[in-house]
Structure formats: C-alpha cells, structure tokens
C-alpha cells in the first residue's frame, strides 16, 4: 500500500528567522502567514529572493508554496523562505542538487549578529578617543 505524498516540507533558516515551508502540487500559488507573497512582502527584489529556486530548477508553476515564517527582519525572513523552498525542492526533485547547489541554496548563511561588548557603543564601535 503506498500513500501518495501530498506535500513536502522542509525548514529554511536565515539570521533570526524560521520558515516552515510546504510545496503542495499545484499551479504556483504562494501563501505566507496567511497572506499572498506580494502583501507580505512589499519589495520586489524579497519576492524574486522568494522564488528564485523555482526558476533555477525550472519548476516554476509546479507547485504551490505555504509558508509559516516568524522571527528576523524582511530580508532575513525572505532568504529563510529562499532556503526552505531549495530544501523542499531537493526532497520533491532529487536530481536538481546540483543545480540549487550551484546556486547556493542549499547552505545555510552563517552570518549571525556579533554581540556588544562591555565598554564600546556597539560590537566594534567605541567612543571617540581624546587626549584629555
């Protein structure tokens, strides 16, 4: 007995940000929060960041697209979406790794907040030095 997939889900991570991605088959419909990709996100390069993976693996309108994302600023948000959509892809395609590896989809950006330290204004920032 095989249960046919109805959804494949994957999580992508960016600074702060978590996004719970799920691809359903489907004509390219995308749902963030309960809202359409261009209510969600205002600017146009965050929607492109959004579905760009679609069109490096060439499955743009293939599948529609539910997002639960919380935590981190717009952009950091739109690149977790970004890294989920690959992660979800590569479980429903395979074959396309090298691609969305190519594209550096896959790897996670390191790249986190550096922390303040005692002393200075912010993490590198210190005060203005005088003499007296």
Do not use: C
């Amino acid at each position: 007995m095989s249960e046919e997939i109805r959804y494949y889900e994957a999580v992508g991570r960016r600074k702060r940000s978590v996004a719970r991605v799920r691809l359903y088959p489907g004509e390219g419909e995308v749902v963030i929060n309960g809202k359409s990709l261009k209510d969600y996100f205002g600017r146009p390069q965050d929607w492109v960041s959004v579905t760009e993976p679609f069109k490096v693996t060439n499955n743009e309108g293939r599948f529609n697209l539910s997002v639960l994302v919380n935590g981190g600023g717009v952009t950091g948000q739109s690149e977790a979406i970004r890294h989920g959509v690959a992660r979800a892809l590569l479980v429903a395609d395979p074959p396309s790794r090298a691609v969305l590896k190519r594209a550096g989809f896959l790897t996670r950006d390191p790249r986190e907040k550096e922390r303040k330290k005692p002393g200075l204004k912010r993490a590198r920032k210190a005060p203005q030095y005088t003499k007296r």
